[in-house]
Nanobody, 122 residues
């Protein structure tokens, strides 16, 4: 079991950057695939980016490719989402998620954080 806590959200102007962090507690962090998903008001939750349990593969939604980067630091039990060139349409609540032994874009995640708000102003 892992517990996930996100941080780093906030208000930023279009074109700016933010880095989200997700700290995990519990054992065997390195055996979990990790992902970031987001949900904007009135919209369904969508996949943003993921990294496999091994860290060797990553995957991204087309809308964020080239702007967002997911990474993990197993020594710190933390996964990051570096977000550059932010757009107003990136405004959403961002969730960290985990799946034991998963790939970079699993069908579903079994562990979720509480979410952190990202707001991009135009």
């Amino acid at each position: 079991q892992v517990q996930l806590v996100e941080s780093g959200g906030g208000l930023v102007q279009a074109g700016g950057s933010l880095r989200l962090s997700c700290a995990a507690s519990g054992r065997a962090f390195s055996t979990y695939a990790l992902g970031w998903l987001r949900q904007a008001p009135g919209k369904e939750r969508e996949f943003v980016g993921g990294i496999s349990w091994s860290g060797r593969s990553t995957d991204y939604a087309d809308s964020v490719k080239g702007r967002f980067t997911i990474s993990r630091d197993n020594a710190k039990n933390t996964v990051y989402l570096q977000m550059n060139s932010l757009k107003p349409e990136d405004t959403a609540v961002y969730y960290c998620a985990a799946l034991y032994n998963g790939n970079a874009r699993p069908y579903e995640y079994t562990h979720w954080g509480q979410g952190t708000q990202v707001t991009v102003s135009s």
